[in-house]
Structure formats: structure tokens, C-alpha cells
T-cell receptor, first 108, second 113 residues
Framework: GEDVEQSLFLSVREGDSSVINCTYT??????LYWYKQEPGAGLQLLTY?????DMKQDQRLTVLLNKKDKHLSLRIADTQTGDSAIYFC????????FGAGTRLTVKP | DTGVSQDPRHKITKRGQNVTFRCDPI?????LYWYRQTLGQGPEFLTY????????KSRLLSDRFSAERPKGSFSTLEIQRTEQGDSAMYLC???????????FGPGTRLTVL
């Protein structure tokens, strides 16, 4: 989606932290989401943050939102090989707009 | 399994044929969405329903595409006179309310030869 941008690739070593970044353009977005997609599968909702929050933590996942800069990040602590997938950032007001996805590769 | 289901998972067809896909949303969700995803891209919004009413259609949805949700439960997406450019993954999602998190089905992968 042209309104949501992400870097295309990220490679980390197992056990390190991964940080996936996203920028969006619609300042009136209500919710921002992170989805995970494994090969040949649909999208799995990982976490989401309401636009009036600046941080949300859920087990190994930490979402940071900088509303002023329209910047969203997803940090995965202690990254595992099973975390290898494509991660999509999405923003929503009425319909949902997705970025092109960041392919995360976790090396053992 | 109470998630979103889609049928078929894969469809191979010849150019010019019609195809129809089905989506069964999570039962209490009144919003249902269709997306198209091509290789290396995120899902692109096609259309959505609130109950049986189709409320929005993307300009990506040409007149060869039609979607229905006759009883406000399952939905069908039909593509008439398929073209090779229609080859993609067609994803369905449902949500409880406007702007809220959407739960996706596994998708239907269409290949047009």
C-alpha cells in the first residue's frame, strides 16, 4: 500500500532482538496493527495499538508508536527461527491499508 | 475451528473462465472484507460488507468482479472472464466492528493459465 511503508528485509541471529519499522501517512488512523504471514498462509494478527497509546507490550512483542512522526515499530525479543516470516504493518480508520511487508530471516 | 475459512484453497483455471470463491467469517462478526495479494505485496483492499450490505468497493474491483453476502453470513467473490493478471491470493477477513482488528482466512490462491 502506498500509504504505509516498510523496509523489505531484515536478517537477525537467533536470540537477538528484531526491530521492524513502519511509517504511515494517515494521521487520523484509529488503530495500527502488526500481522505475520508464513509461506502459503493467511495473515495472523500479532498485536495492535490504539492511536492514543505510545507503547504496548505482549510477551516477546513490544509495539512503539510515535504519532507525531507517524512511525510504528515492532520489537521481537529473543528472536527464534520460528519467527521467520513476513511482517505487515497496517493502519485502519475505516478500511485497512497494509505495507508491502518486511521479510524477517532468523539465522541459527 | 471457529476462525475464518475459505474455499477452495487453490484454483487453477484457464483464461476466460469464471471462478467463484467462498468465505465463511467468524460467526459473530458483522463485517467481512475481501483483499487481493500479489507476490511481494501486502493485501490490497477490494470490498467490504456490513451484514449483507456491500458498503465500499475499491477501484481495483473491475466490473468482472462481483461479491455478495446474501444472508449476512458467508460471502462469495466471483471473477468473470478471468485474465492472467487476476492470478493472486484472494484473502477474506472479518471483524466485529468498523476499524477494529480483522481476522484473516487462509486465502484462495488463483492461477489463471
Amino acid at each position: 500500500g502506498e500509504d504505509v511503508e516498510q523496509s523489505l528485509f531484515l536478517s537477525v541471529r537467533e536470540g537477538d532482538s528484531s526491530v521492524i519499522n513502519c511509517t504511515y501517512t494517515d494521521s487520523s488512523s484509529t488503530y495500527l496493527y502488526w500481522y505475520k504471514q508464513e509461506p502459503g498462509a493467511g495473515l495472523q494478527l500479532l498485536t495492535y495499538i490504539f492511536s492514543n497509546m505510545d507503547m504496548k507490550q505482549d510477551q516477546r512483542l513490544t509495539v512503539l508508536l510515535n504519532k507525531k512522526d507517524k512511525h510504528l515499530s515492532l520489537r521481537i525479543a529473543d528472536t527464534q527461527t520460528g519467527d521467520s516470516a513476513i511482517y505487515f504493518c497496517a493502519e485502519s480508520k475505516n478500511d485497512m491499508r497494509f505495507g508491502a511487508g518486511t521479510r524477517l530471516t532468523v539465522k541459527p | 475451528d471457529t476462525g475464518v475459512s475459505q474455499d477452495p484453497r487453490h484454483k487453477i483455471t484457464k483464461r476466460g473462465q469464471n471462478v467463484t470463491f467462498r468465505c465463511d467469517p467468524i460467526s459473530e462478526h458483522n463485517r467481512l472484507y475481501w483483499y487481493r495479494q500479489t507476490l511481494g505485496q501486502g493485501p490490497e483492499f477490494l470490498t467490504y460488507f456490513q451484514n449483507e450490505a456491500q458498503l465500499e468497493k475499491s477501484r481495483l474491483l473491475s466490473d468482472r468482479f462481483s461479491a455478495e453476502r446474501p444472508k449476512g453470513s458467508f460471502s462469495t467473490l466471483e471473477i468473470q472472464r478471468t485474465e492472467q493478471g487476476d492470478s493472486a491470493m484472494y484473502l477474506c477477513a472479518s471483524s466485529l466492528a468498523r476499524g477494529r482488528e480483522q481476522f484473516f482466512g487462509p486465502g484462495t490462491r488463483l492461477t489463471v493459465l
